[in-house]
Each structure stands twice: as C-alpha cells, then as structure tokens.
C-alpha cells in the first residue's frame, strides 16, 4: 500500500525558514520522480518542485526558485523541502507526491506564514 507521510510543517514569521520531510512506503521509492505539491485555501494544488530519482535534477515552480531546496535520501525512503525566505504566499498545506498506479496521497503538512 503507497503512503506517504508529511511532516515538519508549523507556523513561522515571514523571512523565516522550515524543512519538511515526506516518509514514503509501498512501492520502489528510488525508481520514482518524487514531486512536492502545495493546496492553500480556495486554490487548486499546485506544483512546487520536482526531484528526479536519484537527485540529480529538481525543477521549481517561479514563486519559489532560489527560496526552496528540494532533496531526497533513497536510503530512507524520504524526500525533503528546505523553505527559506518564506513568505505569506506561502501558506498551503503541503504535500508529496509520485505518480505510482495508486495515485494515493498523503494527508499534507500545513505551513502557515504569518507575523
């Protein structure tokens, strides 16, 4: 069964910087481009990076490029999202994601900017 888990959301000051973690299971994480998506409210998700699957190329939407790191340890399953210089914009709850015959989703991490 395909799970995937967030964690490492919270709320934090514009300016201000998380890393967020996303546990995987159920299928062969290495052999899969993973994604990071973000949902705020009254929006439809979106794609806010992208990470090959050994981690040798990542792409970023413009709203976040030289702000979000994306990175993944293969070893353990999980992939990261360095967030520095967040801004209100920001806020969405976040999730990652690969495109497996499941197509099942986490349950998100929330990240609330605000002063």
């Known amino acids: 069964q395909v799970q995937f888990v967030e964690s490492g959301g919270g709320l934090v000051q514009p300016g201000g910087s998380l890393r967020l973690s996303c546990a995987a299971s159920g299928f062969t994480f290495s052999e899969y481009t993973m994604y990071w998506y973000r949902q705020a409210p009254g929006k439809v998700r979106e794609i806010v990076a992208t990470?090959?699957?050994?981690?040798?190329?990542?792409i970023y939407a413009d709203s976040v490029k030289d702000r979000f790191t994306a990175s993944r340890d293969n070893a353990k399953n999980t992939v990261f999202l360095q967030m520095n210089s967040l801004k209100p914009e920001d806020t969405a709850v976040y999730y990652c994601?690969?495109?497996?015959?499941?197509?099942?989703w986490g349950q998100g991490t929330q990240v609330t900017v605000s002063s």
């Open positions: 990470i090959t699957e050994a981690g040798s190329s990542t």
């Open positions: 994601y690969a495109y497996t015959p499941s197509r099942q």
